[in-house]
């Protein structure tokens, strides 16, 4: 019996032929890899959906940073469905709302820009305050 390393979908082969047809299948995708399509760049999307009649919010991706940042967090993002589109992997994630929170209205928000001083004034209290909290 041989297990297949490091996929979610990992299967177990229970015999040699199985094994055998596995390979070959390997094989086959490795060589058509150059004809398989992918998604472009444009097409690669993350989409969430919520509404006021649920508490959960729906997260369907085809980003890679995406789906391994959520992968990274399984207690959180449960994911509930995966596949391809052609060579293009997607998953789709819930979440509770209630432990999800993301402020639309910060995006907008210019950042603060700050003098030379400002900056140095900054850094001294944060320092202050590092070093009293190291002491303690």
């Given at each position: 019996?041989t297990n297949l390393?490091?996929?979610p979908?990992?299967?177990t082969?229970?015999?040699?032929?199985?094994?055998?047809?596995?390979?070959?299948?390997?094989?086959?995708?490795?060589?058509?890899?150059?004809?398989?399509?992918?998604?472009?760049?444009?097409?690669?999307?993350?989409?969430?959906?919520?509404?006021d009649?649920?508490?959960?919010?729906?997260?369907?991706?085809?980003?890679?940073?995406?789906?391994?940042?959520l992968?990274k967090?399984?207690?959180?993002?449960r994911?509930v469905e995966?596949?391809?589109?052609?060579?293009?992997?997607?998953?789709r994630?819930?979440?509770?709302?209630?432990?999800?929170?993301?402020?639309?209205?910060?995006?907008?928000?210019e950042?603060?820009?700050?003098?030379?001083e400002?900056?140095?004034?900054?850094s001294?209290?944060?320092?202050?305050?590092h070093?009293?909290?190291?002491?303690?």
């Open positions: 019996m390393p490091h996929h979908h990992t299967q082969i229970e015999n040699q032929s199985e094994q055998d047809e596995l390979e070959q299948k390997m094989e086959t995708t490795t060589a058509d890899a150059s004809t398989v399509k992918r998604l472009t760049a444009i097409e690669r999307e993350t989409i969430l959906t919520m509404n009649g649920e508490p959960t919010i729906r997260i369907e991706t085809s980003q890679r940073r995406i789906l391994t940042a992968r967090k399984p207690t959180v993002f994911e995966t596949g391809y589109f052609g060579a293009t992997e997607w998953a994630f819930e979440v509770n709302a209630d432990e999800a929170s993301f402020n639309l209205a910060s995006a907008g928000r950042r603060r820009q700050l003098t030379d400002q900056r140095a004034e900054l001294r209290r944060a320092r202050r305050l070093n009293a909290h190291n002491q303690d």
